[in-house]
C-alpha cells in the first residue's frame, strides 16, 4: 500500500473477525528496537478512558478486543504483533490507531524495513505498508484500523513524530506526567536515571479523558483523517488519563492489581531432604511415551481453560477470539472407514461463533508425524474448524517448518497450522506467575503447580534437546577435517542451532521477565535458506557456530560463538569506551563494576585496527593498567568474555552440548551483565 491510502478487509477476506497487526524492522547493529502502543479512539478522535490505551505497562483489553502479543524473531529482524478481536470492540470505538515509539534517544532513522502487517484469522497476510521517509522520528503511527458502516478498513498511516511517544500520545487526549521534575537532568547520572524510572513505575494511568477537543476532520469522502487532529488538556487536568513515562530492563506493571508467586520457596516443614511435596500433577509413575503424551495434554489443557490468562496468551496468536474456553481430550472424529483421536481439542465460544482447534501433542524428544497432522488439517477443513495446533519439544524456524503439510489454499474454509514448543508453554506460564500475575492466588498456585509439571525430568515436556541425526557425523568431520563445503547437513546442523538459540532466550526471559530474542541482521525479503547455507558454510571451514541475541529494553549484544574444534562456548559483549575519558580511569571504573563477576572472565581492551591488551579478572584487578595499548592507541572499549566448555552428546545429559550453551548464557547474564552498569567519563574529566 501507499501513504495514506486504505482498503477494506472484509473485501481481502472473509475471515477479518479477528486480525493480527505486526511491527517489524531490522537493525545493522542489532540493538534497535521500539515499543508497540494501541489506541482506541471514539468518534471524538480521543480515547474514552484509560481501558482505551494499550503499552507494555497495560498489555491486554479485559474484554479481549486488543492484545500485546510480545515480540517475535523472524528472519528479517524483530517482528512485534498485536491481536485484535475486531468483533469484540465497543460500538463506540471508531478508529484503532497502532503505533511504536523508541527510547534512549533512539530514532526510527536508525532501523530499517519499518513495515506493517495485517493478516487475518489463520494467519493469511492480506495486506501491508512499508514506512521509507523515517529519520530523526521517536515515534511512529504506522497505521489504523476503522469502521465504515458495517465493515473494517485499514488506512497506511505513516506519520512521524520527533517528541516520542508523549507527543503522540497527547494527540488523542493522554497527558503526560514527569515525575517530581526529574526527567530533565535524567541523563546527567545513572543515579538520576534511577530515580525516574521508580518514579515513573509509580505512576497509573488516571480517569477518563475530557473530550472535549477537537476532532478529527474528515477527508476522502467522509473517510476518517489519517493524521490526529486536536488538543489535549492541560497537564493539570486530574481527569485525565496519564502516561507514565518509559522504563526499560523493569518488570512490567498494569493498573490492576495481580498475583505473583515469590521466586524462592518458603521455609519447608519437612523433617529432612527425603520428603517431598506433594504435587498435582505427579510424575514418577510415567513409564511409556503414550502415558507421558496423554498426561502432558490433559494437564494442558486442563490449566488453559481453568486460568483465562494463560489459555487466551497461548491462543491469541493463533487468531482465537477472546472467549469462554473449553478443551476436550481423545475426541473421536470420523474419517473413512477409521475414526481418528487428536490428541486434543480446543474450542472458544464468543457472540454464538464457536473456534475450534485439533491438537497434536509430542513428548520425550519424539517427531511429528507429517501424515498424521495431515489428516487432522483435512479432518478440520471438513468440519469447518479453523485451527490445527502442533505441540512438541522441537521450536518453529521461518522458512523451515516443523513439519511438512500441504494446506489447500484454494478451499473456502482455510484451516491453519501452528506449531508451539514445550519451552514456549513454560516461558508463558513462567513469566504469567513471576513476572506479571495473574487474577487471583489459586490460579497462580495452579500454575506453579503446572510449571513443575513441565520441568520434571520425567514429564517429557523439556523444550528442544536433541540436535538431530547430523549432529555427529558434522562434529566428527570437523575434527577430522573432512566436512566439505555444501554438504548439506551442515544446514540441518545450523537449522538446528537457531532452534537452541531460541530456546536459550525463552529461557532466560522467563528468568528476568523481560522478551530476549535473537538478532537478525538479516533485511526483509532475503532468502532465509540462503542465510542458512551462508552460515553451513562458515561452519564447515572455521568450526564455528555464531549467533547474537539481546534482552529487550538493552542495548548491549550477547555474542554466542560456540567452537566445535576446541569444544567451548565463548559469551562476549562489547562495551564502548565513553568519548573524551582517561584510559586509566575508565579500566578501574570497569573492574569496580565488575567486582561481583567471575574470576575467570576474560577481558579485552578494543583498539582501533589492532587487537588490544586482555587477561582475566583475577589477573586484572590489582593491575589495571595492564589493560592499557602500549603505543598508545585509542581505547575504543572492551569486549568481556566467558568461556566454558562442551559436551560431546546430544543434550540429554548434564553434560550435553544443549545443556553447555543454555548454561553459559545464563552465567554469563547473571555473573556478568546483572552487575555491568553504565560505562560513564566522571564529571569534570578532559572532554
Known amino acids: 500500500m501507499q501513504k495514506g491510502a486504505n482498503v477494506s478487509l472484509n473485501a481481502l477476506s472473509e475471515d477479518v473477525g479477528s486480525v493480527v497487526v505486526s511491527l517489524g524492522w531490522t537493525s545493522a547493529s542489532g540493538a534497535g528496537d521500539a515499543d508497540v502502543s494501541v489506541l482506541l479512539l471514539g468518534e471524538s478522535g480521543k480515547i474514552r478512558s484509560e481501558n482505551d490505551f494499550y503499552f507494555y505497562n497495560n498489555p491486554a483489553a479485559p474484554d479481549g478486543s486488543v492484545q500485546l502479543l510480545g515480540k517475535t524473531p523472524t528472519d528479517s529482524g524483530d517482528e512485534d504483533r498485536i491481536g485484535v478481536d475486531l468483533t469484540a470492540v465497543p460500538g463506540e470505538v471508531e478508529r484503532i490507531v497502532v503505533a511504536a515509539s523508541q527510547y534512549g534517544g533512539a530514532r526510527f532513522g536508525d532501523l530499517d524495513d519499518l513495515r506493517v502487517t495485517v493478516a487475518d484469522r489463520s494467519g493469511e497476510p492480506l495486506v501491508g505498508f512499508s514506512i521509507n521517509d523515517a529519520s530523526v522520528e521517536t515515534a511512529f503511527i504506522f497505521g489504523e484500523l476503522y469502521r465504515r458502516g458495517e465493515e473494517w478498513k485499514f488506512r497506511a498511516v505513516g506519520q512521524g513524530y520527533e517528541t516520542g511517544l508523549a507527543g503522540l500520545a497527547t494527540d488523542f487526549g ?259 506467575i513471576r513476572h506479571e500475575g495473574v487474577a487471583n492466588a489459586a490460579h497462580a498456585w495452579l500454575l506453579q503447580e503446572f510449571l513443575e509439571y513441565l520441568q520434571h525430568e520425567n514429564s517429557g515436556c523439556h523444550g528442544f534437546q536433541n540436535m538431530g541425526p547430523s549432529w555427529v557425523p558434522v562434529r566428527r568431520g570437523i575434527d577430522d577435517e573432512t566436512l566439505a563445503i555444501g554438504d548439506p547437513r551442515a544446514v540441518e546442523v545450523v537449522e538446528s542451532w537457531e532452534r537452541l538459540i531460541r530456546q536459550v532466550c525463552l529461557r532466560l526471559g522467563g528468568e528476568l521477565g523481560q522478551k530476549a530474542l535473537p538478532v537478525q541482521r538479516a533485511r526483509r525479503g532475503s532468502d532465509p535458506l540462503a542465510r542458512r547455507v551462508a552460515a553451513a558454510e562458515r561452519l564447515c571451514s572455521e568450526g564455528r557456530l555464531t549467533a547474537e541475541l539481546r534482552i529487550e529494553g538493552t542495548e548491549r549484544v550477547i555474542a554466542v560463538t560456540a567452537d566445535l574444534r576446541t569444544a567451548k562456548v565463548r559469551t562476549s559483549v562489547d562495551v564502548a569506551a565513553p568519548a573524551g575519558s582517561y584510559p586509566l580511569s575508565t579500566a578501574k571504573r570497569l573492574l569496580r563494576l565488575l567486582a561481583e563477576a567471575p574470576a575467570d572472565l576474560h577481558v579485552e581492551s578494543l583498539v582501533e585496527g589492532t587487537n588490544g591488551p586482555r587477561g582475566t579478572l583475577e589477573r586484572l584487578r590489582p593491575e589495571p593498567a595492564d589493560l592499557l595499548p602500549k603505543d598508545g592507541a585509542q581505547l575504543t572499549g572492551f569486549r568481556l568474555t566467558l568461556i566454558k566448555g562442551t559436551g560431546s552428546t546430544r543434550g540429554n545429559a548434564e553434560s550435553g552440548f544443549i545443556r553447555s550453551v543454555d548454561d553459559a548464557v545464563e552465567r554469563f547474564h547473571h555473573g556478568v551483565l546483572a552487575h555491568l552498569g553504565t560505562l560513564e567519563a566522571r564529571p569534570g574529566r578532559r572532554g
Not at 497509573?204 to 493524521?227: F, I, Q, R, S
Not at 526499560?248 to 492489581?257: E, H, I, P, V
Not at 524428544?365 to 497432522?373: M, S
Not at 487432522?376 to 495446533?389: K, M, Q, T
Open 174 to 432: 493522554v497527558v503526560v506526567e514527569e515525575a517530581d521534575g526529574a526527567a530533565d537532568s535524567a541523563t546527567d547520572t545513572a543515579d538520576a536515571v534511577g530515580k525516574v524510572a521508580d518514579a515513573a513505575d509509580e505512576a497509573l494511568v488516571k480517569g477518563p479523558a475530557d473530550n472535549a477537543g477537537t476532532a478529527g476532520t474528515a477527508e476522502n469522502h467522509a473517510e476518517p483523517a489519517a493524521a490526529p487532529v486536536g488538543t489535549a488538556d492541560g497537564p493539570g487536568d486530574p481527569a485525565a488519563p496519564v502516561l507514565p513515562a518509559q522504563t526499560r530492563g523493569r518488570s512490567a506493571r498494569t493498573t490492576r492489581k495481580k498475583v505473583t508467586l515469590p521466586k524462592a520457596a518458603g521455609k519447608t516443614l519437612a523433617e529432612n531432604d527425603s520428603w517431598r511435596p506433594a504435587r498435582l500433577f505427579p510424575v514418577p509413575t510415567l513409564k511409556s511415551d503414550r502415558e507421558r503424551e496423554v498426561r502432558a495434554t490433559s494437564v494442558l489443557l486442563a490449566v488453559m481453560a481453568q486460568v483465562p490468562e494463560l489459555g487466551r496468551r497461548l491462543t491469541a496468536g493463533f487468531g482465537a477470539p477472546a472467549g469462554r474456553m473449553q478443551t476436550f481430550t481423545e475426541v473421536s472424529l470420523p474419517h473413512g472407514e477409521t475414526p481418528r483421536r487428536p490428541d486434543g481439542v480446543i474450542r472458544v465460544e464468543r457472540a454464538g461463533k464457536l473456534w475450534t482447534a485439533l491438537v497434536e501433542t509430542k513428548t520425550n524428544g519424539n517427531p511429528l508425524r507429517a501424515e498424521q497432522v495431515q489428516e487432522y488439517v483435512d479432518i478440520a477443513a471438513r468440519r469447518g474448524y479453523e485451527a490445527v495446533i502442533t505441540l512438541s519439544n522441537d521450536v518453529a524456524l521461518d522458512g523451515a517448518p516443523v513439519v511438512d503439510v500441504k494446506i489447500d489454499r484454494r478451499r473456502k474454509h482455510k484451516v491453519s497450522l501452528w506449531h508451539l514448543s514445550w519451552a514456549e508453554v513454560a516461558h508463558q506460564t513462567q513469566m504469567l
